[in-house]
């Protein structure tokens, strides 16, 4: 089968011809249909993240189910299915704790084993959800991003007052703004650099009442908008390293802050105003398995829009192609078809 394979140290990889995967007894094999390219898969890609090689990454993808395990139960060939990315031991500390995203042992599909930048992807039957009838595969590749929208969401428990902002117009904070109006925010408002015009275009589009330039001054724009009081809740959705300080200086006393994106670089921010206001910051990582499943029950009812976040497609063996568009800064989110 064909896949992209990250064979070598430092930013590269491979287009081969590679053996199909054989499914382990609790595992089936699965004909992808269709794949996301994401911030992860593009670390991997660029060498970025220190992973073991050879590894064909992808996690944010849906497909057919061609063959079965012996012990598989719950699946059968020709099922639609999509898959979670964290196989989690279920036994240690944090699994028992039912937070199993920070599993001591997680297995992460597409990067601590094969993923699904490839014809076939063989994956473990406990993280397998079927695709209810009507659902597309591009729907189906595009409940990842979501469930980690939402695992964010349910940290901030967002109630019909709050006025909520999200730094980072990209597929994640994207998603946010329509879960946080989903879920009853009275206002939402988005925020992002002015080179991120196109994106903040469709944050105004899919939700989001208001839309800001970074270089805006943030805090006074919010009080105007809602009756001289600060944002309830912001979503730092952007590893931009200014965005934790920007954050801060737009929640009120006792706000709340969720920390989404990855930084790659040490932040500075006025922590001293953490305690003097009391505001809460906490990290969001990843989704649970009951997160994923929740948010293919809020795509099927129309509740989140995904088609207009994907901006492009391509055919797996033209990744290349679809690496310059993301390198150009043209592409929301771009599913590959194997
Ligand atoms: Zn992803
Ligand atoms: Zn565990």
Known sequence: MLAVVKDKKGPGFTLKEVEIPKPKDDEVLIKVKAVGICGTDLSIINGNKDIKIPMIPGHEFSGDIVEVGKKVKEFKVGD??????????????????????????????????????????????????????????????????????????????????????????????????????????????????????????????????????????????????????????????????????????????????VLVGMFHELVTANIVDVVRREIQVEGSMCYSGIDFKECIDLVKLGRIKVESLITHTFRLAEISKALEVINKGNAMKILLYP
């Open 80 to 257: 639609r299915v999509s898959a979670a990315i964290v196989i989690s031991c279920g036994n240690c500390y944090y699994c028992r704790k039912g937070l199993e995203t920070l599993c001591d042992n997680i297995i992460e599909t597409g990067i601590h084993v094969n993923g699904a930048f490839a014809e076939y992807v063989a994956v473990n039957e406990k993280v397998l959800y079927k695709l209810p009838d009507g659902m597309t595969y591009e729907q189906g590749a595009s409940i990842d991003p979501i469930a980690s929208a939402y695992h964010s969401i349910k940290k901030a428990s967002i109630g019909s007052e709050d006025v909520v902002i999200v730094f980072g117009p990209g597929p994640i904070g994207i998603y946010i703004l329509q879960i946080a109006k989903v879920e009853g925010a009275k206002k939402a408002i988005c925020v992002g650099l002015k080179r991120n015009e196109r994106r903040l275009a469709l944050a105004k589009q899919l939700g989001a009442d208001y839309i800001f330039n970074f270089d805006e001054i943030l805090g006074e724009e919010i009080k105007r908008i809602n009756n001289n009081e600060l944002a309830d809740v912001a979503f730092v959705a952007t590893g931009s390293p200014q965005a934790l300080n920007a954050a801060l200086n737009c929640v009120r006393k006792h706000g709340k802050i």
